[in-house]
């Protein structure tokens, strides 16, 4: 039997070496489409910071690792799947066949229809290609502007503050991390951040960007103009769907999957950035792009190849950012459900916030800023869905008290 993997991130690389722990007897072949060994794109920013070396991002330190694993690593673009005859076709005029086939081909960076961001000098920031392009233009002292303060963009915004730019934010919502934090402690992030020297803008658009590297000039729907050495691009992604047009794998936003991460085809699957996989707090399936699902997806995508039958109960959304030394998370339904209750507690001169998410007497979601102590009982508590009975009432009028609540009602007790 031949298991093909057409994708090299973190959901290729489990998926691989899972398979080679639970089918010894297969051939395994993973596929990368850009020319380094299999890489973490969240490592990029602790490369651009300086805080590891290039090859501190591959998945596996080892050079020989997945020829001692017995999995056939290659680099090369795939341009089309045949389900017909179960085979692929690669970027050279190969045409490989396979018995399973796994979709782990992650997201592309969205550019957004702005006039000049072609232009000498824009980068995204997606790829080790990326990151040395930015690196040799992100030099302490010069301007630099960061278009986009999402997730991803908050990530690399940490990582050109550490290497002592002028740093300009823009961001077209009206808050940093709109899919992560309410308007609250989106505000006080932002606030944050102006205090540590970095010039954020939210409510703003970039409207054209002309000249080139080191004089590039980028307009804003502000009237404003500035001028910086480099454009990093961070607006969002989309996954990697395009060749699987005339493929007959059922796709939407991503690649359509069951509660197997298998496809409408029964020997092709699909994990990590490009599938809709089910969402833990919501029941329903949808593309959750974060590195942790990536992981999840590849073992369990992994195990039913390999006729381990393991159905995916679904990933938290959950996202846990450091910006220049302010922790910010949400979890599950973090912008709270139908029907449902919130509790918050605030104080914006220490820059500490939660807010708690409730549907009846179970935590469903919640955001934190400035505390990471509660991380892992938040995570505990909307993942268990464990009654919090008494607790529920206690936790409305003081939800810094999530510790004591989740102990108690883990262990059966009543109020303190």
């Not at 040799?136 to 990582?159: M, Q």
Request: glycine content about 12%; some cysteine; overall charge negative.
């Amino acid at each position: 039997m031949h298991h093909i993997i057409i994708g090299a991130g973190p959901a290729g690389v489990i998926a691989a070496e899972t398979l080679r722990r639970e089918d010894a007897n297969s051939a395994i072949t993973l596929i990368g489409g850009e020319p380094e060994p299999p890489y973490s794109r969240m490592a990029i920013p602790y490369y651009l910071s300086g805080n590891i070396k290039e090859q501190g991002t591959y998945l596996r330190q080892t050079n020989s690792h997945y020829e001692n694993s017995g999995i056939n690593f290659h680099n090369q673009n795939v341009d089309a799947i045949f389900t017909g005859r179960n085979s692929i076709k690669l970027s050279g005029g190969d045409e490989w066949e396979f018995d399973n086939l796994l979709i782990a081909t992650g997201a592309t960076p969205v550019q957004p229809p702005i006039k000049g961001l072609n232009s000498i000098g824009v980068h995204s920031c997606w790829t080790l290609e990326d990151a040395r392009n930015i690196a040799s233009l992100a030099e302490a002292g010069k301007s630099v502007v960061l278009l986009g303060a999402g997730f991803i963009g908050s990530i690399i915004l940490e990582a050109l503050a550490a290497r002592g730019v002028n740093l300009t934010v823009i961001e077209l919502e009206d808050r940093m991390v709109p899919r992560m934090l309410d308007k609250t402690a989106g505000a006080m992030l932002e606030k944050w951040c102006k205090s540590k020297s970095v010039d954020v803008r939210t409510n703003t658009r970039v409207t054209e960007v002309s000249g080139n590297t080191p004089n590039l000039q980028i307009s804003l729907d502000s009237g404003d103009k500035i001028e910086a050495s480099l454009l990093v691009v961070a607006a969002g992604v989309t996954p990697n769907i395009g060749f699987l047009a005339s493929s007959g794998v059922e796709t939407g936003q991503g690649v359509k999957v069951d509660k197997y991460l298998r496809t409408n085809q029964p020997n092709i699957y699909a994990a990590g950035d490009v599938a809709e996989g089910r969402d833990f707090s919501t029941g329903e399936f949808s593309v959750l792009a974060i590195q942790p699902t990536a992981v999840e997806h590849g073992r369990i995508a992994a195990l039913n190849m390999a006729g381990k039958p393991t159905p995916h109960q679904g990933s938290l959304n959950m996202n846990v950012l450091d910006t220049l030394g302010l922790v910010s998370s949400s979890f599950g339904s973090w912008m709270g459900v139908s029907g449902g209750e919130s509790a918050t507690v605030v104080d914006e001169n220490t820059y500490r916030y939660m807010r708690l998410e409730f549907d009846g007497d179970k935590l469903v979601g919640a955001q934190a800023l400035g505390l990471t102590e509660h991380v892992g009982v938040i995570r505990g508590l909307i993942q268990t869905e464990l009654p919090l009975g008494h607790w529920k009432s206690r936790l409305m009028k003081s939800p810094e008290r999530i510790a004591e609540a989740y102990v108690a009602c883990a262990q059966g007790l009543g109020p303190i």
